[in-house]
Protein backbone atom coordinates (compact mmCIF):
# COMPACT_ATOMS: atom_id res chain seq x y z
CA UNK A 1 0.00 0.00 0.00
CA UNK A 2 1.52 3.15 -1.32
CA UNK A 3 1.09 5.91 1.34
CA UNK A 4 0.09 9.14 -0.54
CA UNK A 5 0.34 12.93 0.94
CA UNK A 6 -1.20 15.74 -1.17
CA UNK A 7 0.13 19.07 -1.74
CA UNK A 8 -2.86 21.77 -2.75
CA UNK A 9 -6.35 21.12 -1.60
CA UNK A 10 -8.07 23.30 -4.48
CA UNK A 11 -10.65 22.20 -6.74
CA UNK A 12 -8.87 19.63 -9.00
CA UNK A 13 -7.71 18.09 -5.80
CA UNK A 14 -11.46 18.31 -4.42
CA UNK A 15 -12.78 17.28 -7.72
CA UNK A 16 -10.22 14.37 -8.82
CA UNK A 17 -7.05 13.54 -7.11
CA UNK A 18 -8.12 13.41 -3.36
CA UNK A 19 -11.19 10.90 -4.94
CA UNK A 20 -8.61 9.05 -6.91
CA UNK A 21 -6.07 8.09 -4.12
CA UNK A 22 -8.78 7.14 -1.41
CA UNK A 23 -10.27 4.89 -4.26
CA UNK A 24 -7.84 3.08 -5.39
CA UNK A 25 -6.75 -0.04 -3.76
CA UNK A 26 -2.82 0.02 -3.89
CA UNK A 27 -2.85 3.84 -2.26
CA UNK A 28 -4.08 5.56 1.26
CA UNK A 29 -4.03 9.11 1.67
CA UNK A 30 -2.83 9.83 4.43
CA UNK A 31 -1.30 13.56 4.41
CA UNK A 32 -2.85 16.74 3.21
CA UNK A 33 -1.03 20.41 3.31
CA UNK A 34 -1.80 23.52 1.89
CA UNK A 35 -2.26 27.17 3.03
CA UNK A 36 -5.91 27.42 3.90
CA UNK A 37 -6.81 25.61 6.68
CA UNK A 38 -10.18 25.67 5.59
CA UNK A 39 -9.66 23.73 2.63
CA UNK A 40 -7.38 21.08 4.79
CA UNK A 41 -10.40 20.65 7.35
CA UNK A 42 -12.71 20.23 4.49
CA UNK A 43 -10.89 17.50 2.49
CA UNK A 44 -9.65 15.59 5.84
CA UNK A 45 -12.87 15.59 6.87
CA UNK A 46 -14.25 14.33 3.65
CA UNK A 47 -11.54 11.61 3.05
CA UNK A 48 -10.48 10.95 7.35
CA UNK A 49 -6.95 12.45 7.08
CA UNK A 50 -6.84 13.49 10.71
CA UNK A 51 -5.99 16.90 11.98
CA UNK A 52 -2.68 15.57 12.79
CA UNK A 53 -1.96 14.97 9.51
CA UNK A 54 -3.06 18.26 7.85
CA UNK A 55 -0.58 20.73 7.32
CA UNK A 56 -0.29 24.17 6.23
CA UNK A 57 3.27 23.88 5.44
CA UNK A 58 4.29 21.09 3.26
CA UNK A 59 8.04 21.17 3.59
CA UNK A 60 6.65 19.89 7.76
CA UNK A 61 4.61 16.79 5.92
CA UNK A 62 7.56 15.92 3.88
CA UNK A 63 9.61 16.00 7.07
CA UNK A 64 7.31 14.31 9.42
CA UNK A 65 4.83 12.06 7.41
CA UNK A 66 6.22 8.60 6.02
CA UNK A 67 5.07 9.16 2.72
CA UNK A 68 5.68 6.57 -0.74
CA UNK A 69 4.54 9.17 -2.85
CA UNK A 70 3.25 13.01 -3.11
CA UNK A 71 1.23 14.38 -5.34
CA UNK A 72 1.32 18.26 -6.26
CA UNK A 73 -1.80 20.25 -7.34
CA UNK A 74 -0.72 23.58 -6.81
CA UNK A 75 -0.52 26.85 -9.09
CA UNK A 76 2.32 26.41 -11.50
CA UNK A 77 4.97 28.87 -10.16
CA UNK A 78 4.97 26.50 -7.25
CA UNK A 79 5.55 23.23 -8.68
CA UNK A 80 9.35 23.49 -9.57
CA UNK A 81 10.13 23.73 -5.66
CA UNK A 82 7.57 21.27 -4.00
CA UNK A 83 8.58 18.43 -7.10
CA UNK A 84 12.39 18.87 -5.93
CA UNK A 85 11.62 18.99 -2.35
CA UNK A 86 9.23 15.88 -2.39
CA UNK A 87 12.17 14.00 -4.63
CA UNK A 88 15.07 15.17 -2.32
CA UNK A 89 12.76 13.49 0.94
CA UNK A 90 12.83 10.03 -1.31
CA UNK A 91 9.42 10.62 -2.24
CA UNK A 92 8.00 9.13 -5.77
CA UNK A 93 6.13 12.57 -7.48
CA UNK A 94 2.72 12.90 -9.90
CA UNK A 95 2.69 16.17 -11.02
CA UNK A 96 -0.58 18.35 -12.13
CA UNK A 97 -0.79 19.57 -15.72
CA UNK A 98 1.01 21.82 -16.33
CA UNK A 99 4.78 20.09 -15.60
CA UNK A 100 5.26 23.62 -14.94
CA UNK A 101 6.27 26.83 -16.52
CA UNK A 102 9.23 26.64 -18.47
CA UNK A 103 11.46 24.32 -20.20
CA UNK A 104 14.33 24.82 -17.79
CA UNK A 105 12.04 24.27 -14.66
CA UNK A 106 11.03 20.92 -15.83
CA UNK A 107 14.73 20.34 -16.47
CA UNK A 108 15.55 20.99 -12.86
CA UNK A 109 12.67 18.80 -11.50
CA UNK A 110 13.74 15.88 -13.77
CA UNK A 111 17.19 15.78 -12.96
CA UNK A 112 16.20 16.52 -9.13
CA UNK A 113 14.60 13.12 -9.35
CA UNK A 114 16.74 11.37 -11.25
CA UNK A 115 19.57 11.98 -8.72
CA UNK A 116 17.35 11.07 -5.96
CA UNK A 117 16.07 7.45 -7.41
CA UNK A 118 12.90 8.45 -7.42
CA UNK A 119 9.87 8.91 -10.20
CA UNK A 120 8.18 11.42 -12.04
CA UNK A 121 4.87 11.28 -13.97
CA UNK A 122 2.77 14.47 -15.18
CA UNK A 123 -1.23 14.27 -14.95
CA UNK A 124 -1.62 14.50 -18.71
CA UNK A 125 -4.85 12.32 -17.72
CA UNK A 126 -7.01 12.88 -20.65
CA UNK A 127 -4.90 10.68 -22.55
CA UNK A 128 -6.44 7.69 -20.24
CA UNK A 129 -10.06 8.65 -20.84
CA UNK A 130 -11.38 5.86 -22.55
CA UNK A 131 -13.16 8.03 -26.12
CA UNK A 132 -9.42 9.23 -26.13
CA UNK A 133 -7.12 5.38 -25.26
CA UNK A 134 -10.05 4.61 -28.66
CA UNK A 135 -9.26 7.08 -30.67
CA UNK A 136 -5.57 6.59 -30.91
CA UNK A 137 -5.87 3.09 -30.87
CA UNK A 138 -8.26 3.20 -34.17
CA UNK A 139 -5.49 5.98 -35.74
CA UNK A 140 -2.31 3.91 -34.97
CA UNK A 141 -4.52 0.72 -36.36
CA UNK A 142 -4.56 2.28 -39.75
CA UNK A 143 -7.77 1.34 -40.09
CA UNK A 144 -8.78 5.46 -40.60
CA UNK A 145 -5.63 5.74 -43.35
CA UNK A 146 -3.41 8.78 -42.37
CA UNK A 147 -4.04 11.30 -40.04
CA UNK A 148 -3.75 14.60 -41.61
CA UNK A 149 -5.32 17.00 -39.33
CA UNK A 150 -6.31 18.04 -35.69
CA UNK A 151 -8.68 20.61 -34.61
CA UNK A 152 -9.02 21.54 -31.35
CA UNK A 153 -11.24 24.27 -30.02
CA UNK A 154 -12.05 25.15 -26.11
CA UNK A 155 -12.96 28.91 -25.82
CA UNK A 156 -15.06 29.63 -22.37
CA UNK A 157 -16.84 32.39 -20.89
CA UNK A 158 -14.03 32.93 -18.30
CA UNK A 159 -11.07 31.53 -16.67
CA UNK A 160 -11.58 29.05 -13.50
CA UNK A 161 -11.43 30.15 -10.04
CA UNK A 162 -9.33 28.90 -7.27
CA UNK A 163 -10.90 27.46 -3.98
CA UNK A 164 -8.23 28.77 -1.73
CA UNK A 165 -6.09 31.74 -0.70
CA UNK A 166 -5.21 33.35 -4.11
CA UNK A 167 -8.75 32.41 -6.21
CA UNK A 168 -7.46 34.11 -9.19
CA UNK A 169 -3.60 32.78 -9.72
CA UNK A 170 -4.30 31.54 -13.00
CA UNK A 171 -4.59 35.35 -13.82
CA UNK A 172 -1.78 36.12 -12.54
CA UNK A 173 1.44 35.67 -15.11
CA UNK A 174 4.13 34.89 -12.13
CA UNK A 175 1.46 32.09 -10.62
CA UNK A 176 0.26 30.72 -13.57
CA UNK A 177 3.28 31.48 -16.06
CA UNK A 178 0.34 32.30 -18.80
CA UNK A 179 -3.54 32.18 -19.20
CA UNK A 180 -5.97 29.42 -21.03
CA UNK A 181 -2.72 28.42 -23.21
CA UNK A 182 -0.42 26.77 -20.97
CA UNK A 183 -3.40 26.11 -17.95
CA UNK A 184 -6.11 24.42 -20.33
CA UNK A 185 -4.48 24.73 -23.64
CA UNK A 186 -1.97 22.08 -22.51
CA UNK A 187 -4.38 19.40 -22.95
CA UNK A 188 -5.38 20.14 -25.81
CA UNK A 189 -1.90 19.80 -26.81
CA UNK A 190 -0.83 16.67 -25.83
CA UNK A 191 -3.37 15.34 -26.98
CA UNK A 192 -3.01 16.86 -30.42
CA UNK A 193 0.49 14.88 -30.05
CA UNK A 194 -0.88 11.75 -29.02
CA UNK A 195 -3.24 12.12 -32.36
CA UNK A 196 -0.99 12.98 -34.69
CA UNK A 197 1.69 10.88 -33.40
CA UNK A 198 4.47 13.22 -33.95
CA UNK A 199 6.07 16.52 -32.73
CA UNK A 200 5.89 19.64 -33.21
CA UNK A 201 8.65 21.05 -35.29
CA UNK A 202 6.87 24.60 -36.40
CA UNK A 203 4.49 27.16 -34.51
CA UNK A 204 2.46 30.39 -35.25
CA UNK A 205 0.57 31.74 -32.90
CA UNK A 206 -1.82 35.07 -32.10
CA UNK A 207 -2.24 35.95 -28.26
CA UNK A 208 -4.22 38.98 -26.73
CA UNK A 209 -6.36 39.88 -23.98
CA UNK A 210 -9.55 41.24 -25.34
CA UNK A 211 -12.76 40.80 -22.53
CA UNK A 212 -10.80 40.36 -19.64
CA UNK A 213 -8.83 42.97 -17.07
CA UNK A 214 -6.03 40.35 -16.47
CA UNK A 215 -2.31 39.85 -16.34
CA UNK A 216 -2.42 37.35 -19.17
CA UNK A 217 -4.11 36.08 -22.24
CA UNK A 218 -7.43 35.88 -22.94
CA UNK A 219 -7.15 33.99 -25.99
CA UNK A 220 -4.79 32.06 -27.73
CA UNK A 221 -5.00 30.73 -31.59
CA UNK A 222 -2.12 28.41 -32.89
CA UNK A 223 -0.92 26.96 -35.70
CA UNK A 224 1.21 23.61 -35.38
CA UNK A 225 2.97 21.94 -38.23
CA UNK A 226 4.16 18.50 -37.36
CA UNK A 227 7.16 16.60 -38.17
CA UNK A 228 5.23 14.24 -40.36
CA UNK A 229 3.76 16.96 -42.29
CA UNK A 230 0.63 16.90 -40.09
CA UNK A 231 -1.14 19.69 -38.96
CA UNK A 232 -3.08 21.18 -36.00
CA UNK A 233 -5.07 24.23 -35.60
CA UNK A 234 -5.93 24.97 -32.03
CA UNK A 235 -7.97 27.75 -30.31
CA UNK A 236 -8.62 28.28 -26.63
CA UNK A 237 -9.71 31.08 -24.41
CA UNK A 238 -11.79 32.50 -21.84
CA UNK A 239 -13.10 35.05 -24.43
CA UNK A 240 -16.40 33.64 -25.35
CA UNK A 241 -18.88 36.04 -23.70
CA UNK A 242 -22.16 34.72 -25.25
CA UNK A 243 -21.21 30.73 -24.26
CA UNK A 244 -18.71 28.34 -23.95
CA UNK A 245 -18.02 26.08 -27.39
CA UNK A 246 -15.70 23.41 -27.55
CA UNK A 247 -14.70 20.75 -30.37
CA UNK A 248 -12.18 17.86 -31.31
CA UNK A 249 -11.66 16.33 -34.45
CA UNK A 250 -9.10 14.39 -36.30
CA UNK A 251 -9.27 14.17 -39.67
CA UNK A 252 -7.81 11.02 -41.95
CA UNK A 253 -7.80 10.11 -45.46
CA UNK A 254 -9.89 7.19 -44.81
CA UNK A 255 -12.27 8.41 -42.11
CA UNK A 256 -12.92 11.27 -39.44
CA UNK A 257 -12.95 11.30 -35.55
CA UNK A 258 -15.40 13.61 -33.28
CA UNK A 259 -14.27 13.56 -29.57
CA UNK A 260 -16.17 14.92 -26.44
CA UNK A 261 -14.56 15.02 -23.58
CA UNK A 262 -17.91 13.86 -21.98
CA UNK A 263 -21.66 13.82 -22.59
CA UNK A 264 -23.72 10.54 -24.25
CA UNK A 265 -21.87 10.47 -27.41
CA UNK A 266 -18.11 10.32 -26.50
CA UNK A 267 -16.56 8.99 -29.53
CA UNK A 268 -17.62 9.52 -33.20
CA UNK A 269 -16.33 7.83 -35.93
CA UNK A 270 -16.34 7.71 -39.70
CA UNK A 271 -15.55 5.77 -42.31
CA UNK A 272 -15.27 5.90 -45.94
CA UNK A 273 -15.71 2.14 -46.00
CA UNK A 274 -18.96 2.93 -45.20
CA UNK A 275 -19.87 6.64 -45.94
CA UNK A 276 -21.47 6.89 -42.32
CA UNK A 277 -21.31 8.19 -38.87
CA UNK A 278 -21.07 5.58 -36.00
CA UNK A 279 -20.86 6.24 -32.07
CA UNK A 280 -17.81 3.90 -31.28
CA UNK A 281 -18.76 1.53 -27.80
CA UNK A 282 -16.20 2.68 -25.52
CA UNK A 283 -15.88 2.03 -21.32
CA UNK A 284 -17.77 4.86 -19.03
CA UNK A 285 -15.75 5.63 -16.00
CA UNK A 286 -16.36 7.21 -12.39
CA UNK A 287 -17.95 11.00 -12.47
CA UNK A 288 -14.70 13.36 -12.84
CA UNK A 289 -11.90 11.21 -12.81
CA UNK A 290 -11.28 11.93 -16.25
CA UNK A 291 -8.57 9.03 -16.99
CA UNK A 292 -6.57 9.99 -13.78
CA UNK A 293 -6.90 6.61 -12.29
CA UNK A 294 -5.57 4.80 -14.92
CA UNK A 295 -2.80 6.90 -15.34
CA UNK A 296 -1.67 6.55 -11.58
CA UNK A 297 -2.06 2.35 -11.59
CA UNK A 298 0.29 2.72 -14.21
CA UNK A 299 2.56 5.25 -13.00
CA UNK A 300 2.64 2.38 -9.66
CA UNK A 301 3.05 -0.32 -12.15
CA UNK A 302 6.39 1.40 -13.36
CA UNK A 303 7.82 2.26 -9.78
CA UNK A 304 7.17 -1.38 -9.20
CA UNK A 305 8.95 -2.73 -12.56
CA UNK A 306 11.32 -0.39 -13.02
CA UNK A 307 9.46 0.41 -16.46
CA UNK A 308 8.70 3.50 -18.36
CA UNK A 309 6.12 6.04 -16.68
CA UNK A 310 2.94 6.73 -18.27
CA UNK A 311 4.15 10.54 -18.40
CA UNK A 312 7.48 11.37 -18.38
CA UNK A 313 9.25 14.65 -17.52
CA UNK A 314 10.62 14.66 -21.01
CA UNK A 315 6.87 13.93 -22.70
CA UNK A 316 5.47 16.87 -20.48
CA UNK A 317 8.87 18.81 -22.06
CA UNK A 318 7.63 18.70 -25.36
CA UNK A 319 4.06 19.91 -24.78
CA UNK A 320 5.80 23.04 -22.68
CA UNK A 321 7.71 23.48 -25.80
CA UNK A 322 5.09 24.00 -27.87
CA UNK A 323 3.18 26.02 -25.74
CA UNK A 324 6.21 28.17 -25.12
CA UNK A 325 7.12 28.75 -28.66
CA UNK A 326 3.60 30.10 -28.81
CA UNK A 327 4.34 33.26 -26.95
CA UNK A 328 7.13 33.71 -28.81
CA UNK A 329 5.85 33.87 -31.73
CA UNK A 330 2.70 35.71 -30.61
CA UNK A 331 5.61 38.44 -29.40
CA UNK A 332 7.66 38.24 -32.47
CA UNK A 333 4.52 38.08 -35.19
CA UNK A 334 6.44 34.92 -36.98
CA UNK A 335 6.12 31.40 -36.92
CA UNK A 336 8.91 29.89 -34.53
CA UNK A 337 10.80 26.47 -35.12
CA UNK A 338 11.03 24.37 -31.95
CA UNK A 339 14.18 22.01 -30.91
CA UNK A 340 13.79 18.16 -32.03
Known sequence: MYRVGIIGCGGITERRHAPTFSALERTELVALADLSEERLELLGERHGVGPEHRYTDYQRMLEREELDLVSIATPHSAHEEQAIAAAQSGVHVVLEK???RTVEEVDRMARAAEEAGVRLTVAHNQLYLPQVLE????????????AFLVRSEGL????????GVMQDWRTKKEAGGGGPLIDSGYHQVYRALAWLGSPVKRVFARIGTHVMDIEVEDMALLLMEHANGGTTSLQIGWCARGGATGMEEVYATEGQLRVRMGGDEPLSVWRASTEQWENASVKSEPDQSFGLPTL????LDAIESGGPVPVSADDARDVLQVIQGAYQSAQRGEAVELAP
Open 98 to 100: PIA
Open 135 to 146: SVRLLRSGELGR
Open 156 to 163: SGSTVWGR
Open 296 to 299: VNGF
